[in-house]
């Protein structure tokens, strides 16, 4: 059974960085598929990041793209998102999850999520 | 950027009776190839979204067959023969065919 596993800082500062990790287990990410990111802001819905193709083509949401990068470090088989000059508004739950349908659609596994707060 | 728009938003429902979502979307979901382009997840309570449909029909391994989807272009249905007690939580419907890919508000089903 494939295993994801999101890690990186419960709390960032307003005007920093959020850096998260997502940790594959039992597959390896540069055999094939998408891998993506989703958010979700306490008690509201579900918004796509990004993801990134195995062979490296990444795909950003628009509302995120200037302050978005996915990348991806198969020598650790682990992907990586980063989102640059954070407010309160990205405050949220965030789920890595592998797709295999088209721009990782077809998400069949998830991580479990990582809550990321932002605040001073 | 496409739209996509649930309803009802929420779904009280006795165990035993069917159910029944709607999913639309503001651009046609349906591919050159013929597929329609729009998963649906379960996200039940205090857990990861799980992954139902795709392609508009194809049920994911391990769902059970109460659970079906339809329709085309625009309008998609996800229903739900008899609903147990463990199909209760929020139900998102996904457009696949275009980024950003894009979820629907959700629909909370609960137990009557």
Redesign the interface.
């Known amino acids: 059974q494939v295993q994801l596993q999101e890690s990186g800082p419960g709390l960032v500062k307003p005007s920093e960085t959020l850096s998260l990790t997502c940790t594959v287990s039992r597959y390896s990410i540069s055999t094939n598929y998408y891998w993506g990111w989703?958010r979700q802001p306490p008690g509201k819905?579900?918004?796509?990041i990004g993801s990134m193709y195995y062979t490296g083509s990444t795909?950003?949401?628009?509302?995120l793209k200037s302050r978005v990068t996915i990348s991806i470090d198969t020598s650790k088989n682990q992907f990586s998102l980063k989102l640059t000059s954070v407010t309160a508004a990205d405050t949220a739950l965030y789920?890595c999850a592998r797709g295999t349908?088209?721009?990782?659609?077809?998400?069949?596994y998830?991580?479990?999520?990582t809550l990321v707060t932002v605040s001073s | 950027?496409i739209v996509m728009t649930q309803s009802p938003l929420s779904l009280p429902v006795t165990p035993g009776e069917p159910a029944s979502i709607s999913c639309r979307s503001s651009q046609s979901l349906v591919h050159s190839n013929g597929y329609n382009?729009l998963?649906w997840?379960l996200?039940k309570p205090g857990q990861?979204?799980?992954?139902l449909i795709?392609?508009g029909s194809n049920r994911?391994?391990g769902v059970p067959d109460r659970f079906s989807g339809s329709g085309s272009g625009t309008d998609f249905t996800l229903k739900i023969s008899r609903v147990e007690a463990e199909d209760v939580g929020?139900y998102?419907c996904?457009q696949?065919?275009?980024?950003?890919?894009?979820?629907?508000?959700?629909t909370r089903l609960d137990i009557k």
Request: hydrophobic share 30%; glycine share 12%.
């Open positions: 989703i819905g579900l918004e796509w795909y950003y949401n628009p509302s789920y349908g088209s721009y990782s659609s077809k998400m069949d998830w991580g479990q999520g | 950027d382009y998963d997840y996200q990861s979204p799980q992954l795709n392609l994911a391994s929020v998102y996904m696949a065919i275009q980024t950003p890919l894009a979820f629907g508000q959700g």
